[in-house]
């Protein structure tokens, strides 16, 4: 079997012995739910419902406003407690709608059954817009928007990204473990979609249990394929990934639809199938809750609205005080300063460091090594978008290619001298959206 990678990277410790042979546990919620009515990338949601309404499981409680946005629907039933606004683990206060668990889990009427094959594309892909999905990996992307690309852009290829590149998630692993036959039903709906194209689901090396797994299943099934990707960091990205299979480059500012391709990732599979099949929206996912500090570390299936308190107590605790908790993986997620946020729909880790695994080591000065150009997957100089960030000489920035910078942390990892380059690449690209938008 060939193995599919792409040009530069790296290789980080994989963390993944924490969780990967631990199957997923279900958790039932004991405190409040809280539901932020921005789960996405687009517009917020508006809040349907209002204190002391009744809510019940499925039901829709956010509105999505405009395209490029998704609807929220409640994981329980109960009573909301208030519409406010709610701290969420990217920093930013969201409002939300607070639901108190009656822990009847009594829930709307769901058609059991959906005879997919007979609606148009457009009703199954509307069937994806009102459950809610989005990029599952993390992106929050509507899915509904990425399954309508512009008809001047043929789709001949879907890449699934099964890659879980980051350290220490095993979410999308344990799902293609344990619910293989949901994931499949869920790209036969993308076949469905897209009749014309080749489906294939990349899968890294490391993972070897769910490639076999995989590939045993799509062996029948004509146009769907396991493409085998070599472990390195970050192969799940979207133009990484794209370029390891198809040996495709999506051009700078361009999208995968612009060289034929769609991109989605695994978890987001299974809740298409969920959908379109079931009829049902997105109300729960898988959450790797890992780290050297967490006592039992555990890939835990939890309804959307949990708090993150309630995830670290089902694995024990902690056996030892965490010096820095993540959102995501190590290498792009999201330092948090509170566990009382909630899980929501791109939560698919919780990462909980120890003070010597998350020492921040001084900076010194840029050696000149060149290893940030190294590794760097977009072919960028780090070092010297770093410089034009700190003198904040935007220009320069932009004229290096700053803005396509997409956040891997490649450089930082490599870099001798400790400097923080991603986080000031960061910095210049928002202060430079920021101007943009004035
Ligand atoms: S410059 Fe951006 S894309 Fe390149 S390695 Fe650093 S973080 Fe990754
Ligand atoms: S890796 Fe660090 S020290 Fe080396 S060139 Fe890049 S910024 Fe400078």
Redesign the pocket.
């Known amino acids: 079997m060939n193995i599919f990678t792409f040009k530069r990277g790296i290789h980080p410790p994989h963390g993944k012995y924490l969780t990967e042979n631990k199957a997923i546990e279900e958790l039932l919620p004991k405190g409040l739910l809280i539901y932020p009515m921005s789960q996405h990338i687009g517009a917020p949601c508006t809040p349907l419902v209002k204190k002391g309404d009744r809510v019940l499981v499925g039901q829709k409680i956010g509105e999505a406003k405009g395209f490029v946005s998704s609807p929220v629907h409640s994981s329980v039933s109960g009573t909301v407690e208030k519409v406010i606004e709610m701290p969420t683990s990217n920093g930013s206060k969201v409002m939300s709608i607070i639901v108190k668990n009656d822990e009847l889990y009594e829930e709307i009427e769901i058609p059991k059954s959906k005879e997919y094959y007979k609606l148009s594309k457009e009703e199954i892909i509307g069937l994806i817009r009102e459950a809610g999905v989005v990029g599952m990996g993390g992106a929050t992307f509507p899915t509904h928007v990425k399954l309508n690309p512009p008809p001047d852009k043929p789709i001949d290829s879907i890449v699934i990204n099964a890659a879980e590149c980051e350290p220490y998630l095993t979410c999308d692993h344990r799902l293609m473990l344990e619910e293989t036959g949901e994931i499949v039903e869920g790209l036969k709906v993308l076949a469905f979609l897209f009749p014309q194209v080749k489906i294939y689901v990349g899968i890294e090396n490391n993972k070897m249990n769910a490639v076999q797994l995989m590939k045993k299943t799509l062996k029948d099934i004509p146009n769907m394929e396991v493409a085998l990707l070599k472990t390195k960091y970050?192969q799940g990205a979207e133009k990484q990934l794209i370029y390891a299979i198809t040996k495709r480059e999506v051009p700078s500012g361009k999208l995968p639809a612009d060289v034929g391709c769609v991109v989605q990732n695994i978890t987001t599979v299974r809740e298409i199938y969920n959908a379109v099949v079931l009829g049902r929206p997105v109300m729960t996912r898988v959450v790797t809750v890992t780290g050297e500090a967490v006592k039992n570390p555990k890939n835990l299936k939890v309804k959307l609205g949990t708090s993150w308190s309630e995830l670290i107590e089902a694995c024990e605790g902690f056996k030892e005080e965490p010096i820095k908790i993540i959102g995501g993986g190590p290498m792009m997620g999201m330092t948090i300063s509170s566990l009382e946020v909630p899980v929501v729909k791109g939560t698919s880790g919780i990462l909980c460091l120890t003070k010597e695994q998350a020492a921040i080591l001084e900076e010194s000065s840029c050696i000149r090594c060149s290893r940030?150009v190294q590794?760097?997957?977009?072919k960028?100089t780090?070092s010297f978008?770093d410089s034009y960030s700190r003198r904040k000489e935007d220009e320069a920035f932009e004229k290096l290619h700053?803005m396509?910078?997409?956040?891997?942390?490649?450089?930082?990892f490599s870099c001798p001298a400790k400097r923080h380059?991603?986080q000031s690449?960061r910095t210049a690209k928002r202060r430079i959206i920021a101007n943009r938008k004035k």
Do not use: A, F, N, S
Request: hydrophobic share 35%; net charge negative.
């Open positions: 970050p940030c590794v760097c997957p977009m960028l780090p978008l700053g396509d910078c997409i956040e891997c942390g490649c450089c930082t380059l991603v690449i």
